[in-house]
Every structure is written in C-alpha cells, then in structure tokens.
C-alpha cells in the first residue's frame, strides 16, 4: 500500500522570505500523480500544485514550485516570497494512475506560519 | 471552474438525530465524490467512495449503516449521518473528482458537525 510522509509537523517563515515543505512517499509504480492541498483556518481545501510523475519538470504555480525526486521518491513544496495568507496546514497527497483506483493518500501535514 | 459545493457548513442538533449533508459539483459533472472525516489537527480520513447509480465503497473501520451514502445524479451526492451521536461530532468535507489527467480532486468547504 502507498504511504505519505510529512516529517514536519510545523514550520514557520518570516514574511517574505521562502520556505520548503518536505514530503516523502512510498510506492512500487512507476506512474502516479502528487498533489499538495492547502487547509486554511476556513478548513476549505485548496489545490496547490499537482505532478504527473512521468513528467520530469517540476510543476510551478507563481510562488509555488516543487522539487520532484522520482528516484528518491520525494515532493517537497518550496514557497517563496512567503504572504500571511499562505498560512495554512498544507498536505501532500498521492493517487495512482489506474483506472478505478482514485483514492487520494494523505500525508499528516504540516502547519505553516508566517511571521510578519 | 470546477467548483464543490457543500450545504450545510455547520450543523448542531440532538443526540439520536439524523442529519443529511449534501455535495453538489456546480459546474462538472462527477461520476466519483468522495466523502471525508476530519478529527481536530488531524489529516483527513477517507470514509468512503460515492459513484453515481451505485452503491457507495466503504473503507474499512467505517459503519455503512451509521454513514448512508446516496449519489443519486451526476452532481449530487449526500451523506446522512444517522442516529447520530457525540462520538460522530466531526468535520465532513466532499470532494468531486474532475475528468482528465491528472485529475485532481476538488473540495466543498467542508461541513461542522456538533452533536448535543
């Protein structure tokens, strides 16, 4: 079975300045997608960023890049120019290609704060 | 685009009670929702896998007679927590899965449910 790690419970950053969240995962195929969602106070989920694992670039979304490591199986979300609204809990998760198989794997999560 | 909406945000009612939670998908039609529970400073834990014209999939540990599950149109499915009880005071949040890769799963904003 696939399994998400985020071996940071909490992280904190001063306004402006950039922030990595790491994420590892456990997996034995060789495509699937990655996914960080974003939890604020209002426990809305938001999409972030998501990678298809057979793409080799790592996906960007303005402020937001991550950092794919197939080989290592990592996903870490880097933030830059960090704002007060980034924070948030933040959760990467993971979902395989196959047809049927939809579930979403949630990692613990990491809460984000941002100082000013 | 591809916007969840979930009614009601916030819920308090008497032990014993049923209580219907409704996930609409406004602007895409979803053949797949998901329903989640999400206990205070937790990740969210997938309850179960909602299809459109059939029965819903439940994951293990998750009482399928406690947790009705309907999904009855391409844009509507609704979860009712019957007899429900303090221990099933949580937070329930849909999500709605949108067609094409990489096919990400888009949330409703998540439903608060006290139990007396």
């Known amino acids: 079975a696939q399994t998400v790690t985020q071996s940071q419970p909490e992280m904190s950053v001063q306004e402006a300045e950039t922030v990595t969240l790491s994420c590892t995962y456990d997996t034995s195929e060789s495509d699937y997608y990655l996914f960080w969602y974003k939890q604020p106070p209002s426990r809305q989920m938001i999409l972030v960023i998501r990678q298809e694992a057979y793409k080799q670039q790592n996906a960007t979304e303005n402020r937001f890049s991550v950092n794919f490591q197939k080989a290592a199986k990592s996903f870490s979300l880097k933030i830059s120019d960090s704002q007060l609204g980034d924070a948030a809990m933040y959760f990467c998760a993971y979902r395989r290609v196959i047809q049927g198989a939809q579930k979403l794997v949630f990692g613990q999560g990491t809460r984000l704060t941002i100082n000013p | 685009g591809a916007v969840v909406s979930q009614h009601p945000s916030w819920v308090i009612c008497k032990s014993g009670t049923s209580v219907k939670i409704e996930c609409r998908s406004l602007d895409f039609q979803a053949t797949t929702m998901f329903w989640y529970r999400q206990f205070p400073k937790q990740s969210l834990m997938l309850m179960a896998t909602?299809?459109?014209?059939?029965?819903?999939?439940?994951e293990q540990g998750v009482e399928k007679d406690k947790f009705l599950i309907n999904h009855a149109s391409l844009t509507l499915s609704t979860l009712t927590v019957t007899s429900a009880h303090p221990e099933d005071s949580s937070f329930y949040i849909c999500?709605?899965?949108?067609?094409?890769?990489?096919?990400?799963?888009?949330f409703g904003d998540g439903t608060r449910l006290s139990i007396l």
């Open positions: 909602s299809n459109e014209g059939s029965k819903a999939t439940y």
């Open positions: 999500s709605a899965r949108v067609q094409g890769r990489p096919r990400p799963q888009h």
